[in-house]
């Protein structure tokens, strides 16, 4: 079995990627492997019919993503893992993502899955799936787990049908 040194886990701020990050934390702690925590400001495209290109993300943005990924840089300390790096980027964000991983060539890249539905991943993919596809590393997809649902403090009677 391979062992795991190097953890990437790529954050966006959404409750998937949050449960992807404390995957990647735990499994980081337990293999004492080094994490790096990476996030992508994307940049925005014109789809109006004109050109006009890819506009960089504005600088809110960017600074949104170095708060998240501090925060999540102390999360990640504060769970037990030693070796800690953040890397932000400014793009595409698979285009990004898969660019750093060639690059670092980690052992295992974590991601939360995206729930899109059928139609709008037919037409703009998902980031997930992207990396998935162009990796050159293992890619562990995480999904939240679903809601519990309520349960009824106490068993309804029913009648017997009647013969």
């Not at 954050?11 to 992807?20: E, F, I, L, P, Y």
Request: positive net charge; aromatic residues 6%; glycine residues 8%.
């Amino acid at each position: 079995m391979a062992l795991i040194r190097t953890i990437v886990v790529a954050v966006d701020g959404s409750k998937n990627a949050d449960h992807a990050f404390e995957t990647a934390v735990e499994l980081a702690r337990m293999s004492s492997a080094a994490l790096t925590i990476l996030g992508v400001a994307p940049t925005h495209r014109d789809y109006t019919g004109t050109y006009g290109g890819a506009r960089a993300s504005d600088p809110e943005e960017r600074r949104w993503f170095r708060e998240l990924l501090s925060r999540y840089a102390k999360s990640a300390r504060e769970g037990g893992v030693s070796e800690i790096s953040t890397e932000q980027f400014e793009g595409s964000p698979v285009d990004c993502i898969v660019t750093y991983l060639e690059g670092a060539h980690p052992d295992l890249v974590i991601m939360g899955a995206r729930g899109l539905s059928t139609t709008r991943r037919l037409f703009l993919g998902s980031v997930s799936e992207g990396v998935l596809h162009h990796s050159t590393c293992s890619v562990l997809i995480v999904r939240s787990p679903p809601p519990k649902p309520a349960r009824d403090p106490k068993p309804r009677r029913t009648k017997s049908p009647k013969t």
